[in-house]
């Protein structure tokens, strides 16, 4: 299967370096497009054989497989370039959330996906949150999630949770090492203990409690409960953990979730506000 790569910023890189080191996509099966040569240079080097594109349309023309990974203030562009070369049997799947299936259906004239990666994919975990177009086949579906797969979890959901599934896996990451920043830091300040001590007894700590919610199937209620015993230093520092971070994390959705919506506006005008091909109903 030939795969094209249009977008070879953070994600598509990761993306591509995460399918070739897994073994699921080798690197003369690729094209990859991207306005920054120098970042499709660099992938070049890292995996001998993938092949650049000339142009968006010619890495959408050679490719059964699309991977959009733009921004969506460059989506009306790069669809434009694409359309008139895209097939029905070919499959185009967007990495960005705010661009919605019907989006990508009324644009395009082939099977359209859209898929939210994290970055701990690159370390072949985590999920990926799938959602299909209606032009989607179910043999379409287990090719995807099987190439998916190779690198995380995919994992179905409906297209109006993207923002908050996003939250969790996505930008999950960056909130968790925010925190133990934070904890690993104050572990410093109170004792002396050496900061690179400190962060790999984060890093093991974090490791370990993720395999026990995944892989042993433990709820965080129970983890809590496991570890915390009634009058110990657990259950007194976690009462004080509560009172400091209440009303933290729905803070946080109703900032995510208000950008979201400022970007999906944002998106929808420059898709169709006087839009060559198709207006909106």
Not at 119 to 127: D, E, L, P, T, Y
Request: glycine share 8%.
């Amino acid at each position: 299967m030939k795969v094209g790569f249009i977008g070879a910023g953070s994600m598509g890189s990761l993306l591509v370096g995460a399918f070739v080191s897994a073994g699921a996509m080798q690197p003369a099966d690729i094209t990859i497009s991207s306005r920054t040569y120098s970042r499709t240079a660099s992938l070049i080097r890292q995996f001998p054989g993938l092949r650049p594109a000339a142009s968006n349309a010619d890495a959408a023309a050679w490719s059964d497989l699309v991977f959009l990974c733009v921004k969506p203030s460059d989506y009306r562009v790069v669809l434009d370039e694409i359309a008139p070369v895209m097939r029905p049997e070919q499959l185009a799947v967007s990495i960005t959330s705010p661009v919605r299936l019907e989006h990508l259906e009324r644009l395009l004239p082939c099977k359209v996906a859209k898929v939210i990666p994290s970055i701990v994919n690159s370390a072949r975990c985590g999920a990926t949150l799938c959602m299909w177009g209606s032009r989607m086949l179910p043999e379409d579906r287990a090719r995807l999630k099987v190439l998916l797969g190779a690198i995380s979890r995919p994992v179905d959901i409906r297209e109006e949770d993207v923002r908050t599934a996003s939250d969790i896996s996505s930008c999950g990451p960056a909130f968790f090492a925010f925190l133990l920043e934070q904890f690993t830091e104050a572990a410093v300040r109170q004792s002396g203990l050496a900061r690179e001590q400190a962060e790999v007894l984060a890093g093991e700590m974090l490791l370990g409690t993720a395999r026990l919610l995944v892989e042993q199937g433990c709820s965080t209620r129970e983890l809590q409960n496991r570890v915390s015993v009634p009058g110990g230093i657990t259950a007194a520092a976690l009462q004080t953990l509560r009172a400091e971070t209440e009303g933290a994390f729905p803070a946080l959705l109703r900032v995510t979730h208000g950008k979201f919506q400022e970007d999906l506006d944002r998106l929808e005008a420059s898709l169709f506000q006087d839009h060559p091909r198709e207006g909106r109903p």
